[in-house]
């Protein structure tokens, strides 16, 4: 054996490779991690930002009487059997006259193929407006109109004049004179709000599409888990931490909490179907089955927190409130809990944001129903943030996919936020015993 | 003591608006009835504090007059205030037994018989050695195990509503057919094959996968932060792979949908010529692997801290390298813990749903080309069980047997792991 | 070599470690100060001292344990034979296959007897084959006097054996990587007063061999095995001498205190 320490023989060189060689498989495992966190992060954020800038075009819009009121009695009777389509001639009758009038260069583009370049849904709100205002019949109102979705998608990259030429719904001709329209300012991509406000849109409308309802729907949910789950979740950790005898009875709640935290979410759902709808006769698609059944998911995910924030405040608060005659239940509530809230509110929180995420078990209970009205109440339809996405995905026109995205990046940012104040929470309130 | 009563106001409120929910005759307008069933939630709360209020006003008057009272007297207002609760809950289930006889007005007159009975015996109650906290106290304390009992309800539901409806299942369809038979093949309109086989291959080779890729990365991962990493660097990088734990399954769905599908399709299913789908075991699986990489990193990482600094410092004294003493023995002391860490993450993986419904595809097949789109478990019960579903067919009932198969595999999982990680903390403690 | 050793021996003793102002920080707290301590070959060396003195902070410099705890700074000179052991060219774990440890609490792996013993020699590749190995591990564990009681289980798990069989084991598979210097932390503090007789035996065989050092807190241990006692005071060496001449004659009084039970 060598024996001066100053030279290395050759097994320690030997070791000391195969160290260097562990250590570096240990930091690759940690870089490929994060870098698949980045990927994911990445690819959503850069499939999705689009989806908050559309392209709208302005223009004044001439209501012609010849086809909103043929009969001229602006009778509402009358004005409804105008179908959009009508509403859909007179936009691009109006769109051909801006053309005509700021010069904008038509190329090859055929004038009847000009309305083409519209969404439906704008003639949809135009019948609106005037069902809703006959008055406007036969005046010049300015307008502005959701460029299609093919024309949105050239903008964004989507659409090219390759892809263009074998496409039905658009030509490149419609591109060309897109661009001339962006370049006479009659086409502006803007900020778009209605991402966020407006309701879905059907299959063809990718450009319309809006997560308003799916919003208000996981709004819903999670209020009804909020006011069920934070105060069964808070007295169940109660009982359980404080009053429950150690037995083979509390055991075994016990074990079946530890339990439910890892049944999977979609057997929730498969519960929710059966008891809630089938066997309590609750509406489908209803935001209050959602919330029960996010409600029931997440209380053994909020009840293992919340024992652990109670087991971490220390015997001598109690013996102190025993000790001046207080009963157990006052101790509890006036010492124990007020000192534990930081840590379940913490909890809570964390099971919310994962409540707000969970998609399967809300497939299961008809989220996935087409709802166009927004609801007034828990038992009316709707929809959920996640579901929205998934049911994006599963529409043909691949405008939907941007959408998909853009809703994840709406639902990503919700979730930073909760776990941002969960992460403050803690932070501010931390107590070292 | 006003915090132990928020609870039930709100699960009153919750329940008065359950109650009126469908008294379309009362109230036409969705709008209207919400405002109907929003005042009448309202009314209970006003009725209550106004319950609490006039008996603990009583006790205060009746305390300046006798010498002494065993109670304070918001316990007797407490006391009030539970026996008009007790009406106004009796009313509302009377109103839904009795299938809505008067609808909305009717309700509200019972609520207000029943509750000011209630609150008339409540204010009886109000006496000087009437041991109203005691009272109060046990009311809280039922209160109490009932919320606790909800977690054995939850298992009891699941439990009950699979094995009713597999039940069902199996009075309409073979169970051996269902167990042992290869072909998945369900026809609306009779003459299914509902073999489980093709899907169970497909999740167990999804879940495979995706553990080939979570274990090493997790595992190392773990023991790079546990035994190498600078604190501050551990302070970062752990909250940062947990992230991958805290985001929705949906997010990591699309990823494979719009990123991770494409990419193997292009680049190694095509040229190598195993198939040209984007759906595939190997996107689900590989998108499945990087969700449950912190699943086992977490829990792997707090067992390798749980081993003794002793057991280090043996290795490191003898002349061992960092990574001898990893490998002979810190992980062989904490295999147990690790182990079920990878058993908890493999019941995740089992049971995950959005991702395989998203990238795994929906053809039932026993194939081995990873290329290849394949279904599972979990992608079946949703579509099975989405849309219009009518439940007399075994097309539908199916669903529940899967989904009882399901539970029981994760069961199953999860109880193994459990045990063991409990086993193994108790080690070290 | 060997015949220098030998003379050196007989005239004076060889300095097998020789360390000249040694001062350890934990980050900003100056735990070690100006510490210069000889170790003489085949001698055992006590550092005794009040708790938190920096004794067991100083014998974990001496093999460089204290590289383990991220905040822990080292500086001045510890040689071994003459060579640096802080020198960037010194792989610590040759260092500690040299000088091996025995902790205060046994900490037997969570393996068999026969595998806790043979892991030293296994990772410093010391046998060339199995037999080889059997032959360390008999001859370890009986040095270790332990043999006589494992002998018949040598595959049974070493946390089974009892806390005094563990410390031996510890000590059986501390010496079988052949040390040059052990070192031992409060070898027998956790131990009953039957197995610390036993360890205590023990070192006095294992003086033949190596150069022991040994932390202890009791100074009747200290006055019993040891040929030499360092007293270790706020992180100072105050006294460093023979052992019958630090107990029975200090020149320092802070020494006297502390042997005579006024301070510790």
Same mark, same amino acid.
């Given at each position: 054996m060598n024996n001066s320490l100053l030279t290395q023989d050759k097994r320690t060189k030997q070791r000391n490779a195969a160290e260097a060689r562990f250590k570096a498989y240990g930091l690759v495992a940690i870089l490929v991690a994060l870098a698949m966190l980045v990927w994911l992060l990445v690819s959503i954020l850069s499939a999705g930002s689009p989806a908050f800038r559309q392209s709208f075009l302005t223009f004044p819009v001439l209501i012609e009487e010849s086809i909103a009121d043929k009969s001229g009695t602006r009778d509402p009777a009358v004005l409804t059997k105008v179908t959009t389509l009508g509403y859909a001639k007179i936009l691009a009758h109006s769109l051909e006259a801006e053309i005509a009038a700021k010069g904008v260069d038509l190329g090859a583009m055929k004038p009847k193929e000009i309305g083409q370049m519209i969404s439906e849904e704008s003639s949809a709100t135009l019948r609106d407006m005037v069902m809703a205002n006959p008055g406007l019949i036969g005046t010049t109102i300015p307008f502005t109109a959701i460029a299609s979705g093919r024309i949105d998608g050239y903008f964004k990259g989507r659409v090219t004049m390759e892809s263009a030429a074998l496409d039905k719904n658009t030509s490149p001709e419609q591109l060309i004179l897109a661009d001339n329209l962006r370049a006479a300012g009659i086409?502006?991509?803007?900020?778009?709000?209605?991402?966020?406000?407006?309701?879905?849109?059907?299959?063809?409308?990718?450009?319309?599409?809006?997560?308003?309802?799916?919003?208000?729907?996981?709004?819903?949910?999670?209020?009804?888990?909020?006011?069920?789950?934070?105060?069964?979740?808070?007295?169940?950790?109660?009982?359980?931490?404080?009053?429950?005898p150690k037995n083979r009875w509390t055991d075994l709640i016990e074990v079946n909490i530890a339990n439910l935290a890892a049944v999977p979410s979609i057997v929730y759902g498969i519960l929710g179907l059966s008891i809630f709808i089938n066997f309590a006769g609750l509406p489908q698609s209803a935001p209050i089955v959602g919330g029960l059944v996010l409600t029931l998911m997440t209380l053994p995910r909020i009840i293992i927190p919340t024992r652990a924030a109670l087991k971490a405040v220390p015997p001598s608060i109690r013996d102190a409130a025993l000790g001046v005659g207080a009963s157990k239940l006052q101790t509890v509530f006036h010492h124990v809990l007020p000192l534990a809230m930081p840590g379940i509110l913490t909890g809570m929180i964390i099971g919310l944001a994962q409540a707000l995420g969970e998609t399967a078990p809300l497939l299961l209970i008809g989220m996935v129903a087409?709802?166009?009205?927004?609801?007034?109440?828990?038992?009316?339809?709707?929809?959920?943030?996640?579901?929205?996405?998934?049911?994006?995905?599963?529409?043909?026109?691949?405008?939907?996919?941007?959408?998909?995205?853009?809703?994840?990046?709406?639902?990503?940012?919700?979730?930073?936020?909760?776990?941002?104040?969960?992460?403050?929470?803690?932070?501010?309130?931390?107590?070292?015993? | 003591?006003?915090?132990?009563?928020?609870?039930?106001?709100?699960?009153?409120?919750?329940?008065?608006?359950?109650?009126?929910?469908?008294?379309?005759?009362?109230?036409?307008?969705?709008?209207?009835?919400?405002?109907?069933?929003?005042?009448? *939630? /309202? &009314? %209970? @709360?006003?009725?209550?504090?106004?319950?609490?209020?006039? $008996? +603990?006003?009583?006790?205060?008057?009746?305390?300046?007059?006798?010498?002494?009272?065993?109670?304070?007297?918001?316990?007797?207002?407490?006391?009030?205030?539970?026996?008009? *609760? /007790? &009406? %106004? @809950?009796?009313?509302?289930?009377?109103?839904?037994?009795? $299938? +809505?006889?008067?609808g909305l007005g009717g309700a509200v007159a019972a609520s207000l018989v029943l509750g000011g009975a209630g609150a008339l015996f409540g204010l009886s109650t109000i006496k000087a050695d009437f041991r109203a906290r005691t009272f109060t106290e046990r009311t809280i304390m039922v209160a109490l195990i009932l919320c606790s009992l909800v977690a054995v309800l939850t298992t009891v539901g699941i439990v009950a509503s699979l094995v009713v409806e597999t039940g069902h299942f199996f009075e309409l369809y073979p169970a051996s057919e269902f167990f042992f038979s290869t072909v998945w093949n369900p026809r609306f309109g009779g003459g299914s094959s509902l073999g489980i086989l093709p899907l169970v291959w497909g999740t167990l080779y999804v879940s495979a996968i995706a553990l080939v890729v979570a274990v090493p990365i997790g595992l190392m991962s773990a023991i790079y932060l546990a035994e190498y990493a600078s604190?501050?660097?551990?302070?970062?990088?752990?909250?940062?792979?947990?992230?991958?734990?805290?985001?929705?399954?949906?997010?990591?769905?699309?990823?494979?949908?719009?990123?991770?599908?494409?990419?193997?399709?292009?680049?190694?299913?095509?040229?190598?010529?195993?198939?040209?789908?984007?759906?595939?075991?190997?996107?689900?699986?590989?998108?499945?692997?990087?969700?449950?990489?912190?699943?086992?990193?977490?829990?792997?990482?707090?067992?390798?801290?749980?081993?003794p600094q002793s057991l280090r410092d043996g290795s490191l004294g003898l002349g061992a390298t960092p990574s001898e003493t990893v490998r002979s023995v810190v992980i062989p002391a904490a295999l147990p813990g690790i182990v079920?860490?990878?058993?908890?993450?493999?019941?995740?993986?089992?049971?995950?749903?959005?991702?395989?419904?998203?990238?795994?595809?929906?053809?039932?097949?026993?194939?081995?080309?990873?290329?290849?789109?394949?279904?599972?478990?979990?992608?079946?019960?949703?579509?099975?069980?989405?849309?219009?579903?009518?439940?007399?067919?075994?097309?539908?009932?199916?669903a529940f047997a899967l989904g009882l198969t399901l539970f029981t595999i994760t069961l199953g999982l999860n109880v193994v792991a459990l045990v063991i990680v409990r086993k193994y903390r108790e080690q070290y403690e | 070599m060997k015949d220098m050793n030998m003379e050196s021996r007989v005239l004076i003793q060889s300095n097998k470690i020789e360390a000249r102002k040694v001062q350890v920080y934990y980050g900003t707290n100056h735990a070690i100060k100006d510490v210069d301590v000889d170790i003489l070959d085949k001698t055992v060396t006590a550092f005794i001292g009040p708790s938190g003195c920096g004794k067991s902070t100083f014998l974990r410099c001496l093999n460089r344990m204290n590289d383990t705890i991220p905040s822990c700074r080292v500086?001045?000179?510890?040689?071994?034979?003459?060579?640096?052991?802080?020198?960037?060219?010194?792989?610590?774990?040759?260092?500690?296959?040299?000088?091996?440890?025995?902790?205060?609490?046994?900490?037997?792996?969570?393996?068999?007897?026969?595998?806790?013993?043979?892991?030293?020699?296994?990772?410093?590749?010391?046998?060339?084959?199995?037999?080889?190995?059997?032959d360390v591990v008999e001859s370890c564990l009986r040095k270790a006097a332990l043999w006589n009681e494992v002998k018949d289980r040598l595959q049974a798990p070493g946390t089974g054996l009892s806390g005094g069989q563990q410390q031996r084991l510890c000590i059986a598979r501390a010496i079988a990587t052949s040390p040059e210097v052990l070192l031992m932390d409060e070898p027998c503090s956790a131990l009953d007063p039957i197995a610390t007789a036993q360890v205590e035996e023990l070192i006095d065989d294992l003086r033949s061999q190596f150069s022991v050092v040994i932390v202890t807190h009791s100074m009747q241990q200290a006055a019993r095995v040891s040929q030499r006692t360092a007293f270790f005071h706020l992180g100072n060496v105050v006294e460093y001498g023979e052992t019958t001449q630090i107990f029975t004659n200090p020149k320092d009084p802070r020494t006297e205190s502390y042997i005579t039970g006024r301070i510790g």
């Open positions: 086409l502006k991509s803007e900020f778009n709000p209605g991402f966020v406000t407006m309701p879905d849109a059907s299959d063809k409308r990718p450009e319309a599409a809006g997560l308003g309802i799916a919003i208000i729907g996981s709004l819903m949910m999670m209020m009804v888990v909020l006011l069920l789950s934070l105060p069964i979740g808070v007295a169940a950790s109660v009982y359980l931490e404080e009053f429950a087409f709802v166009r009205d927004f609801p007034g109440g828990l038992f009316d339809p709707a929809s959920a943030l996640p579901v929205q996405v998934y049911t994006w995905t599963t529409r043909g026109d691949p405008g939907f996919v941007e959408r998909a995205s853009g809703a994840i990046i709406v639902l990503l940012v919700v979730l930073i936020v909760m776990n941002a104040a969960a992460i403050y929470l803690r932070r501010k309130f931390e107590r070292r015993w | 003591m006003k915090s132990a009563f928020s609870f039930p106001f709100a699960a009153l409120t919750l329940f008065a608006g359950a109650a009126f929910s469908q008294d379309q005759a009362v109230a036409e307008a969705t709008s209207s009835s919400v405002l109907y069933r929003l005042i009448f *939630a /309202l &009314g %209970i @709360v006003v009725f209550l504090i106004a319950a609490f209020t006039v $008996g +603990r006003n009583r006790a205060k008057t009746m305390r300046s007059k006798v010498s002494e009272m065993h109670s304070l007297p918001s316990f007797h207002g407490a006391v009030t205030l539970q026996y008009a *609760a /007790l &009406g %106004i @809950v009796l009313a509302i289930v009377l109103h839904l037994i009795l $299938g +809505r006889p008067l604190k501050s660097v551990r302070a970062w990088v752990k909250p940062a792979i947990e992230i991958l734990a805290g985001i929705p399954t949906i997010v990591y769905g699309l990823f494979a949908l719009i990123t991770v599908g494409p990419l193997l399709r292009d680049y190694f299913a095509q040229p190598l010529g195993f198939g040209d789908s984007s759906s595939s075991v190997m996107t689900a699986g590989l998108v499945m692997g990087i969700m449950v990489i912190p699943f086992v990193s977490s829990l792997s990482d707090d067992i390798i801290n749980a081993v079920g860490a990878i058993l908890l993450a493999a019941s995740r993986a089992i049971g995950e749903t959005m991702i395989v419904v998203m990238g795994a595809g929906a053809a039932a097949k026993l194939s081995l080309n990873p290329f290849e789109a394949m279904t599972t478990v979990t992608v079946k019960i949703v579509s099975q069980l989405t849309g219009d579903t009518e439940f007399a067919s075994p097309e539908t009932l199916v | 500086e001045g000179l510890i040689t071994i034979e003459g060579e640096d052991i802080n020198d960037p060219r010194v792989d610590p774990v040759q260092l500690r296959a040299k000088v091996g440890m025995v902790f205060q609490k046994p900490n037997p792996f969570p393996k068999s007897i026969y595998d806790n013993v043979a892991y030293g020699p296994k990772i410093h590749g010391l046998t060339r084959n199995k037999a080889e190995l059997d």
